[in-house]
């Protein structure tokens, strides 16, 4: 740590709402404990697309929160924090799982921040309401489709699941990735969806949508969504929710749990394999490049990513909830799993079952030209089959393009 005085840069997407209260009163902790150490706070919504900007003009931040992917294709515009990891003797293990795109020869290239986890929610009065039994960590898919048939009266604005656009790709990868299947193989070579695992995950998603239509639509949505919300569940017309974690904070705060109870969901289980699968995200703080940095000030970014992913200011992103805390004691404490919701202790549990989807450099266009196609059977323009073979010969011959992985 730096004992003269150093300015540092930090850009940030945390600029409204409780997101930018954290970092705020984040910052104010900060102050106190390193009064030498000035942070230049650069709020904004694009930090991703500013960034490449500012690097090419030689401005960017000292401190970046950007994702895992971007922070692999950008590789060697970062610096390896694994040195200063180890020379401040720093345990990885107290932190949730590394995205592995951060994790390169040895090196790692960011700390854990931003972290969320696509996850299920349950409108437990709703299911009460028509005498049904509520979801348990038994319920496979099979269930699932059952309940949400049940559930659905169209002419009630009553529907059995509502799936957040693009929730519908994460859905069929983690019915996929349970399934027993995955999207590419191993050694990232090959695309893996003209499968009989694959074809399950694609048929499940597909009859909900289309047969069943138990999935609430974009038009039906906006029958019920009134001015401040963004869902039609949070109007209590939906029985199962499919969209991220960091939706308990979104719900404690739109409609408390006063208007219906709700709760976390159990992940449905693959009928193939009593597996159930979870996708997990990572935006985490990192360290970009820059000549002209002196090594005081390369040592007060470091302790400034090392302590945005500390208890401290875990515990804030703990208190509002919309994401979960990188930092494990955290995440397992009462802070972040107290009731209610009822079934928050469940959470844990979920993230050290959940999954990282695979990115390497050019994945970005290969996942496009994943989901033109697959989006066509969400769509129903085309069978679940035939979208998934298309989808395996166009990804195959993106990849072979693509630099080598």
Sequence with gaps: MPSESVQITFSTDWSSGARMKTIEDSLGIWKEKHPNIAVDVRYGGTVEAKLIADMAAGTQSDVVLYTAPGISALRDQFV????????????????????????????????PFQENMYSWYVNRTLFQKVGMATPTEQWTWNDVADAARKLTKPGEQQWGLEIVPPMSRVIFTELLLSNGGDVIDKDLKRTTLNTPEASEAGRWLADRLLRDRSVVTADERKTVVTSGLSNAFQTGRVGMLHVNIGWVGNLEGSIGFTQFEWDVMPTPRAPRTNKEVNIVTDQPHALTKNGRRSAAQTDAAWALIAFLSGPDVMGMVAEQRTAYPAHRKVLNGDRYLRKPP???????????????????????DWYATLWKRLDEIWAGTTGVDDGLRAAQAEGDAKLAVLPSR
Excluded: C, W
């Excluded at 469940?346 to 050290?352: G, H, N, Q, R």
């Design 80 to 111: 390896d924090l694994m040195p200063l990891i180890r020379r401040d003797k720093f345990d990885m293990r107290s932190f949730t799982p590394v995205h592995p795109a951060l994790l390169y020869q040895g090196g790692q290239f960011g700390m």
């Design 342 to 364: 009822s079934s928050m202790p469940l959470v844990p549990k979920l993230i050290d079952n959940g999954r990282f989807e695979p990115t390497f450099k050019g994945s970005d």
